[in-house]
């Protein structure tokens, strides 16, 4: 038998069992337990880090983005910055045109930083076009003085080190942030930047 100064013992195992068990299945949500849901959470962090490849013939995701004459000219070695609210994982990503054209202002703003760039309605959408490796980020204050400070509008600037553009583009369709490319035409992207040139954007520039 319990002695009285036995049961308080006793009651604080079952208490502190109680707590244990329930730290074991608190925050289940759709079935899943704290544990799960950690190791899913680790899963997602791990995925946005390996999204970005070492090499164009490991690249395995896309990057969409509204406006052809922005791919173009980040292809063509003008914006050595892309804009985004989140930093892009070091590596290669395939640039994708979204089918949403450019406001007519912002195409009046890049015709007169890159005089050059074809007309809007000429250039492909619905496309991979190419691919691009970023290097680091950095903030719009310290763009200044480069040639990319006209491009940097952040809130994060994505610096651009190489690109390769794809002699002929390959239809996708494209999602918000980085997204998988199809497995139907994964090697034909890998094969088409192999086959392309890569040009390293002059360090100068970024």
């Not at 244990?20 to 880090?49: D, F, H, N």
């Not at 985004?84 to 590596?91: E, F, Q, T, W």
């Not at 094969?191 to 890569?198: I, K, M, V």
Request: positive net charge; glycine residues 8%.
């Amino acid at each position: 038998r319990w002695s009285i100064k036995q049961l308080p013992k006793r009651a604080s195992f079952r208490r502190n069992g109680a707590r244990q068990l329930a730290a074991r299945t608190r925050g289940r949500r759709g079935g899943r337990t704290v544990a799960e849901q950690q190791q899913m959470a680790a899963a997602t962090s791990t995925a946005k880090r390996s999204a970005a490849a070492s090499s164009t013939a490991l690249i395995t995701h896309g990057l969409t983005l509204k406006g052809a004459q922005l791919n173009w000219a980040i292809l063509n070695s003008y914006k050595t910055v892309e804009n985004r609210s989140i930093r892009l994982p070091p590596g290669w990503l395939a640039l994708h045109t979204g089918m949403g054209k450019l406001p007519a202002a912002r195409a009046a703003e890049i015709k007169a930083l890159c005089p050059d760039v074809p007309q809007e309605d000429s250039l492909p959408h619905g496309f991979i076009v190419g691919a691009a490796r970023i290097d680091w980020t950095c903030e719009v204050a310290d763009c200044a003085g480069t040639p990319a400070a006209p491009w940097a509008h952040g809130p994060i600037c994505n610096v651009v080190g190489a690109v390769v553009a794809l002699a002929d583009p390959i239809p996708h369709k494209g999602m918000l942030g980085m997204w998988p490319i199809s497995d139907e035409v994964l090697q034909q992207v890998r094969d088409g930047l192999a086959a392309a040139t890569t040009i390293e954007n002059p360090p100068a520039s970024l």
